[in-house]
């Protein structure tokens, strides 16, 4: 099941700003400015990204590109590259750690720092890190809620507190890999098995089960199945098994990697939940 990671990313660099246009109309012949609005558009294309208020304040590219650099050098961490979604109204910028190299049950996991800003308030800036089993490519990604920062006027200075706290990234890194390692060492039965698929897709046991929910388990299942017989029946390829699932199975229009957003991250950290409250009771 090896394969290449396909962690790459699209740029290198940013070679593109944001702009502040007025937002406009016609009426009765007139044109008129929408007061208290503008639009936030490229300045390489001319596409509006979106139309938000006055007091909306963006991180411009510029500053998210020397925010990845500043991190960088604190972390030691590899600076990759740049993504862009919805025709660049979502930015994410990738550092890849290349030194402190993981290894769970002899397979390696490559380990990646991740920042995100916005222009259509999709979401706010915020830092999170994410790992890959390179064996199989699974994806699991955890956003550090300490560090989202509205797109206010006091950005700044709360984006100078999250490169003072940066080290809680390392912190929290170090206690998922401690983790990833223990749930090799606890045999799943199949009762548990059975507990684990109804809490990671939030199935009550006391009441009927749909047709597309009763699907879901069936295939998830067999994710997890698949999984443990490389892994073994345990607590870490029961999580493989889900990290299969929500990285390969689930259907996205817009395939962000890392599972950091949506379906897919509610399941994975629901996964990691229960996996973990295995290995630390």
């Given at each position: ?23 406009q ?9 929408i ?47 740049y ?39 999709s979401?706010?800036?915020f ?14 990604g ?25 080290k ?25 098995f ?87 009771a």
């Open positions: 099941m090896a394969r290449q990671s396909f962690f790459a990313t699209d740029v290198k660099t940013l070679n593109w700003e944001i702009t502040e246009q007025p937002v109309t016609v009426f009765n012949g007139n044109i008129v400015t007061e208290g609005h503008k639009a936030l558009a490229r300045n390489d294309n001319g596409k509006v990204l979106s139309i938000k208020k006055d007091s909306y304040n963006p991180l411009p590219n510029g500053r998210f590109m020397e925010i990845a650099e500043l991190i960088k050098k604190y972390s030691g961490f590899e600076l990759t590259g993504q862009e979604y919805k025709e660049g109204a979502k930015v994410l910028g990738y550092l890849k750690n290349n030194g402190d190299v993981q290894k769970i049950g002899g397979h390696v996991i490559e380990d990646y720092m991740l920042i995100g800003n916005s222009f259509d308030g979401t706010s800036f830092s999170g890190c994410v790992t890959e089993l390179l064996r199989c490519t699974n994806q699991f955890r956003i550090n809620q300490v560090s989202r920062i509205r797109h206010t006027s006091g950005n700044e200075v709360k984006i100078n507190e999250f490169l003072e706290q940066i809680q990234h390392f912190k929290a890194r170090s206690f998922m890999y401690n983790s990833f390692n223990r749930m090799g060492e606890k045999i799943v039965s199949d009762e548990l059975e507990k684990a698929l109804n809490y990671i897709l939030e199935i009550d046991v006391n009441t009927e089960i749909s047709t597309r929910k009763a699907n879901q388990k069936e295939l998830l299942a067999s994710c997890i199945t698949a999984e443990s017989r490389e892994l073994g029946k345990n607590v870490w390829g029961l999580f493989n098994g889900v990290t299969w699932y929500t990285t390969h199975e689930l259907n996205s229009k817009e395939k962000v990697k890392g599972n950091i957003f949506g379906t897919p991250y509610k399941i994975n950290e629901r996964a990691f939940e229960f996996c973990n409250s295995l290995v630390t």
